[in-house]
């Protein structure tokens, strides 16, 4: 029995995908890493102020943290 349904090949790249590629090859835009280095420097800010409450200092290096290369 003959089916009424076909496979629809998937379509050719296109214009939209010749520009993400474009757009993808250029890495993240400014605007994103931005908001993420506000972000770490907020972290390190409240971080800081934690440590200094407690009566310590944050640790910066890896020596400091403990972590055996």
């Known amino acids: 029995m003959p ?3 076909r496979a629809i ?3 050719p790249n296109g214009l ?3 520009m993400e590629d474009t757009d993808n090859q250029k890495g993240p ?3 994103e890493t931005d908001t993420f280095y506000q ?3 907020h972290l390190v800010a409240d971080g800081d102020l934690r440590a200094a409450k407690a009566g310590r200092r944050a640790r ?3 020596a400091q943290m403990g972590v055996a290369r």
Request: proline share 11%.
């Open 3 to 5: 089916s009424m349904t």
């Open 9 to 11: 090949p998937a379509p």
């Open 16 to 18: 939209y995908d010749d």
């Open 29 to 31: 835009e400014r605007d």
């Open 39 to 41: 972000l770490v420097r």
């Open 60 to 62: 910066r290096t890896l």
